[in-house]
Every structure is written in C-alpha cells, then in structure tokens.
C-alpha cells in the first residue's frame, strides 16, 4: 500500500518562510494535493495538482511536487496560518491517501 | 455559492445506529462525486470512501466494509452515510467531502463535520 510521510510539526517565525514537506515513493509521478485545517473547522484546499491555487487562497502558498517529495511552502507566514496541514494523492493500489498531518506552528 | 451542510452532533451507545446526511447546495448534485472522511479525536483524516453521485454505487476503503453505508436521495441533493452496530472506536468527526473537478481526486469543498460519539 502506498504510505506519505508528513513530519509531526514545523515551526517558523512571524513573516517568515515555512515549508512542510510530503514523502512518498516516486511521489513526482502523482497530484499531490494540501488541505489546511484549523483546530475545530473542516479541512480546506489550498493546493491541487501539485501548485495550482484554489481562488481565495492568498499567493504566499505554493506547491512542489518532484522526486520523492513534496512541498508545501507558505510565505511571509501569519498568526492566522496556524493549523495541520494534510497532503494527499490518488494511487492506484490505495485509492486515497492522506499523510499524517504537520502541525505549523507561527512564533 | 458551493456548500455542504451535514447534520448535527449525534451521541449513540455501542450498538446502535446512526445516519449522518450531507446536502449540497450551489451546484447540480449528480455531476460531481461525494467522499466521506474519517477524523479520529486527536487524529488525522482516513478516507472512507465514495459515492457515485450520478448512480448510486458506492465505493468503501478498506476497513470501511460491512457496517458502513453510503447512499443518495438526489432529489433533495443529500448523500448519506449509515453507520450499523457502533463500536467506541467509531468515536469520530465525519466528514462529507465533494469531488473537485478534475478528475485528480481533490476534495473541495467540505462539508463542516458531524461528531458521533459513542458510550455506554
């Protein structure tokens, strides 16, 4: 089965640059996908395919996918960026898989 | 605009029942497929599986089969999730999740969760 590994925790201080990564076997060849998610409200996209942006979501986040990793990267990082973020593929032996989640934390 | 309203809270003692719905609104409800999301208290999110808008038929993830069901009334734009025999593991927020599009299996939107705690 098909396993994304996602570190427990990241932390960045204020306005600056965090970036979350998502490991997998040959993870390049597939749309990853991020979800945000704050304590107490349902998950919402903020990257599909990798690097497209949902509209509304602000152009500090931006996405990478090649190799073995992928990366999530959010600029210019604000208080209101706190949250688990969840990265997320399509693989044919699995279906759908989700990773474990990072907790962002904003110092 | 695109939204998901699921129902409220529930709380059941282990082997009962319980049915969560999910309506969809700001869009036609059979073009696009509708997931259901598991988060375990303190947990991160397990895909259950999904429900073929359009015809009914349901797809479960493993480890979702047996007492789980999906299913539909398109005519009020509701899917359903059914949960038989509970078991205090199924101590969780479930979550209704909309296919995005693309054919790239995003979920967007989501819809705001409902809590079913069981305890004796």
């Known amino acids: 089965s098909y396993e994304l590994t996602q570190s427990l925790s990241v932390s960045v201080a204020l306005g600056q640059t965090a970036r979350i990564t998502c490991g997998g076997n040959?993870?390049?060849?597939?749309?990853v996908h991020w979800y945000q998610q704050k304590p107490g409200q349902a998950p919402v996209l903020v990257i599909y395919?990798?690097?497209d942006r949902p509209s509304g979501i602000p152009e500090r986040f931006s996405g990478f996918n090649s190799g073995n990793t992928a990366t999530l990267t959010i600029s210019r990082a604000q208080a209101g960026d706190e949250a688990d973020y969840y990265c997320?593929?399509?693989?044919?032996?699995?279906?759908?898989?989700f990773g474990g989640g990072t907790k962002l934390t904003v110092l | 605009q695109v939204q998901l309203a699921q129902s409220g809270s529930e709380l059941k003692k282990p082997g009962a029942s319980v049915k969560v719905s999910c309506k969809a609104s700001?869009?036609?409800?059979?073009?696009?497929?509708m997931n259901w999301v598991r988060q375990a208290p303190g947990q991160g999110l397990e895909w259950m599986g999904w429900?073929?808008?359009?015809?009914?038929?349901?797809t479960y993830a493993q480890g979702f089969t047996g007492r789980f069901v999906f299913s539909l009334d398109t005519s009020v734009s509701t899917a359903y999730l059914q949960i038989s025999t509970l078991k205090t593991e199924d101590t969780a927020v479930y979550y209704c999740?909309?296919?995005?599009?693309?054919?790239?299996?995003?979920?967007?939107?989501w819809g705001q969760g409902t809590l079913v705690t069981v305890s004796s």
């Open positions: 999740a909309r296919d995005g599009g693309g054919y790239d299996w995003r979920f967007d939107p």
């Open positions: 700001g869009y036609t409800f059979t073009s696009y497929a």
């Open positions: 429900i073929n808008t359009n015809t009914g038929k349901p």
């Open positions: 040959n993870i390049g060849s597939k749309n």
């Open positions: 395919r990798d690097s």
């Open positions: 997320q593929v399509w693989d044919s032996s699995t279906s759908v898989v």
